[in-house]
C-alpha cells in the first residue's frame, strides 16, 4: 500500500465561533488550491476531539478517533510542517465537565470527570482529564518562537477608520491592586543549568518531621537551561483579597478579578478558588460543612456553586445578605447575572484588562451601569504593565488609533518556554514544610519554606529557545529600524539569567545600540509614548508578556486582536500561522444560535492564509502556491478596502457574507494576474460567476438571519448541521463546489 501523504497545509478543526466559521471558509480554501495542486488536510484538537482521543477504550469501534493533537506535536519538529492554527479553547474545569455531558448526551461513553479520585482508575481518568485542560494545545505545538504583528493593510485600515474609544480623565478611580509582598514575584529564585547539574532532577516535599515526597521524578534539566522556582503565600492572598474588597468599596468603584485560569490551569483557578471564598467568606465560615457535603468546590466559581446551594434556603440567605453588604461587582454579562466569580475561564485577563483601559477604565456592574473599577491582579510579576497603562491614559488621555503607531511583539514561548510549560510542576503545598528541586548530582537548585496550601511552582526555558528568540529581534529589528525593547527586569530572578544571554548575544552581533532593556513598568511607559507619537515599536517578551501584549496593543490601535498575523517560525524550519485571539468566541456562539448571525471576523484567517501559501511557495518551491498567496493577499486588503468585515447586528452582513467576498476577490485576483496563465485561466469564470450571482448569493445569506439554528451541539457540532447552517447559499455552493 502506498504511504499516505500529508498534505501540503494542515488547518486544524477547533471549537465554538472560529470553527463555525471554518465550516464555511475552509471548503473554500481547499476549492481554491486544488487546481494548484495543493492539498489542505485537517486535525481536529478541540476538546471534544481531545476527550474522544484520549479515552478510545471506552468508545465503540466506530467512534474512535486518532489523536491529533500528538501528531501534530511531532509534525512541527519537522521541516515539512505548514498549520494554520486557530484559536481552540483552553479548557476550565467546568468547561471541560460540560464537553463531556455534551458527548455522553450523544451517545459517547467516556467517563464523568472524577472530583475528588480515590480509586487508582479514578486517579488514571483524573490525569487524563488534566492533560487536556487549560494550555493543552499551545505548549505542543509551538516548537518555535513567535513573530507577532499586525498586517500592513489591516494597519492602514484601522487608521483610516478608527474604532470608538472611552474617555479617560485624570480623576479617573480605576487602578490595578496587586499583592505587596509575598506572592510569585517576591519568591521567585532562579539559575542556569551548568553542564555538572544536567540530567533528570526531582521536585520533593520536606515535612516538618523530616518525612520526604517526590513530587516529580525524572524531570530533565539540560545544560543552559534557566529554570526558576517560586512560591504564592494563600494566607497573604487571603488577606490580600479581603483588603482588595474593602478598598473597592471605600473607592466606590467595582471589583473585578484578572487571572488566567486557562493557560495557567494549575495556579490560577486555586487563586480564583481563593477570591470566592473571600467574597464570600462570612458564608464559609457559617456553613462550610454543609458546602463541602454539597460538593462546592470554589475553584470552579460561583456560577457552580450557586447551583449546588441554590435548594438551601439558610445558605440562600447568607449569600444574599453577604452580597448586600459588598461593592458592586464587574460583570461578565450583565443581563445575564454572570459576575466576574462566576466561571474561571471567563476571567481571562489578556482580554478583560484591555477591554477596561479601551473603555476609558470603566466596567459594567450588576444593573448595567457603567463606572470604575478596581482591578485586582494578586501576583506582581506582569500586573505593572496595566498599572502604568492606566497611569499613562490618565496623564495622557486615550490612545488615538487613527494617529497611534504599531507594536509588534517577538515572543519567547517554543518548547514550554517559562509560566505556560509550569502546569506538571505546580503544587499546592500539602503541608507545612518545605519544597525543593534536587539536581541529578545530588544539588539543591532552589528552595522554599511554605505552608499547607501554598502555590508552589516551577518553570524552565531551554538554551534554544532563548537564543532563537534573540536572533529573531535582531532580524526583526533589522528589517523595520523600529525602536526594540527586551521587557526585561533586572530585578526579578528570572529575568535577570535571562539578560545574562541577551546583553552578550547583542553585543557579539553588534547592534547592542539599537535595542533597549526595559523592566516591564519602564518598557509601558516608553512603548506607549512611542505609538502616541505615531511610531513603531518592538516588544520583545517572555511567553506570558507576549500573551498579554498581543491582546493589550492591537486591542487599543486595532481595536480587536483577531484581525492579528501571527507567524510561528519553528525551530526545524517549519511555519505555524496562528488566526488571533478567541476571547469573544462564546457570546458569538450563543448569538449565532439564537438569530443565526455570526459576528466572527476570519480577518486572522484571512491573513494566516496568506502566509501559509508563500511560505509554502519558498519552502517547498511550489510557484502556484506563491500565485494564490499573493492572491489571497490581494482579497484580505479588498475586503479592508470594501468594509466586507462582519457586522455585530443581525439583518447586517455576517462572517458567511465576508467569506463569499474573500472567494470573489480571490477568484478576481487569481484571473488578472499574468504570473501563471493556467490559475488565471481556471479562475476566470469562476469570478465572473461570483460576480454575476452577488444579488442571488447575498439575498441567499441574509434570508437565514433572525431564527434560532440547531448545531448539534455546542462543544461537538454536527459536522452535517453546522454546514448546513454555515454555507446556506445553494448559488455559492454550486460555483465553488
Known sequence: MAEKQTPNILYTIVDEAPQLASASLLPIIQAFAKPAGITVGTKDISVAGRILAAFPEYLEENQRVTDD???????????DANVIKLPNISASVPQLTAAIAELQAQGYAVPNYPEDPKTDEEKSIRARYDAIKGSAVNPVLRE?????????????????????????????KTKVSSMPGNDFYANEKSATITAEQAGDARIEFVGKDGAVTVLKDGWTLEEGTVADATFMSVKALSAFLAQAIEDTKADGTMFSLHLKATMMKVSDPIIFGYAVKAWLAPVFEQFGDELKALGVNPNSGLGDL????????????????????????????????????????????????????????KGWDEKGRKGDTNCVIPDRCYATVYDEAINFFKANGALNPATAGAVANVGLMAQKAEEYGS????????????????????????EHAVEAGDIWRACTVKKAPIENWIQLAIDRQRLTGSEAIFWLDANRAHDAELIKYVKPALEAAGVADKFQILAPRE????????????????????????????????????????????????MNGGGLFETGAGGSAPKHVQQLMEENHLRWDSMGEFCALGESLNFLADSQGLAKAGVLGKAAEAATQGILDHNRSPSRKVGEPDNRDSHYWFARYWAEALAAQTEDAELAAHFAPIAAELAAKESEILAELAAVQGKPVDLGGYYHTDPAKAAAVMRPSAALNAIIG
Open 144 to 172: 518555535g518562537n513567535s513573530d507577532r504583528r499586525a498586517a500592513r493593510a489591516v494597519k492602514n485600515f484601522a487608521q483610516k477608520n478608527p474604532h470608538s474609544m472611552g474617555a479617560w480623565t485624570a480623576d479617573s
Open 523 to 570: 518598557a509601558t511607559a516608553q512603548t506607549l509614548k512611542t505609538i502616541t507619537a505615531g511610531e513603531d515599536s518592538i516588544a520583545i517578551t517572555g511567553n506570558v508578556l507576549r500573551d498579554y501584549l498581543t491582546d493589550l496593543f492591537p486591542i487599543l490601535e486595532l481595536g480587536t486582536s483577531a484581525k492579528m498575523l501571527s507567524i510561528v517560525k519553528l
Open 69 to 79: 493533537l500528538a501528531e501534530l506535536g511531532e509534525l512541527v519538529k519537522t521541516p
Open 423 to 446: 502546569h506538571p510542576t505546580t503544587f499546592e503545598a500539602p503541608a507545612d514544610g518545605t519544597i525543593r528541586i534536587v539536581l541529578a548530582n545530588g544539588d539543591v537548585l532552589h
Open 306 to 361: 450557586l447551583n449546588r446551594v441554590k435548594d438551601n434556603a439558610a445558605i440562600m440567605a447568607a449569600i444574599e445578605a453577604v452580597a448586600a453588604e459588598r461593592p458592586s461587582m464587574y460583570m461578565v454579562d450583565s443581563d445575564k447575572g454572570i459576575t466576574n466569580l462566576h466561571v474561571p475561564s471567563d476571567v481571562i485577563i489578556d482580554a478583560s484588562m484591555p477591554a477596561v483601559i479601551r473603555a476609558g477604565g
